[in-house]
């Protein structure tokens, strides 16, 4: 017995796909946080959404070339989120020092293979929250890989 698309567990370590990161791959909502959507990122990666990707990528740092090679294999094996940097801030901070609520970094390792062989991507990336369309919303502006 196979598992239904609504009940599969999402890529990103949630619950299902179709409660989880589905709802933002589809466009029927925005993720509420800059952490909620590295991980339909994530996802969307191991979907080869490469639409969701650019319209989720900031337009100062979208490449444009294309995300995927067709020859490129890899099979993406999980997600770890190591921190989400504004909570951490926000519980340091006083009540009005507000000025960096729409910016926020997120420190992941997600692994995968490409022809058999493991990896892993440890990279802290950088987002920020602006007007797009649909309202507010969160956009991946680019990242950097800690030693």
Known sequence: MSTS??????????????VCCGPYI?????????ETLM???Y??????????????????????????????????LGLEVK???????RK????????EINRDTVEFVAR????????RLHEVSRFVREQGEGGLRWFYLDGSFPE
Not at 83 to 89: G, I
Not at 112 to 119: P, Q
């Open 83 to 89: 921190s989400a940097l504004r909570l951490r801030q």
């Open 39 to 41: 991980r339909s990122r």
């Open 5 to 18: 698309p609504k009940t599969a567990a999402c890529p990103c370590g949630g619950a299902a796909y179709a």
């Open 43 to 76: 996802t969307a990666f191991t979907l080869r959404d490469e639409a969701y990707l650019r319209a989720t990528w900031h337009a100062s740092t979208r490449p444009s070339e294309p995300l995927f090679a067709e020859e490129e294999k890899v099979h993406w």
């Open 92 to 99: 340091a901070k006083s009540a009005d020092q507000t000025e």
């Open 26 to 34: 589809t466009g029927a909502a925005l993720p509420p946080t800059a």
């Open 112 to 119: 995968y293979k490409v022809s058999g062989r493991a990896h």
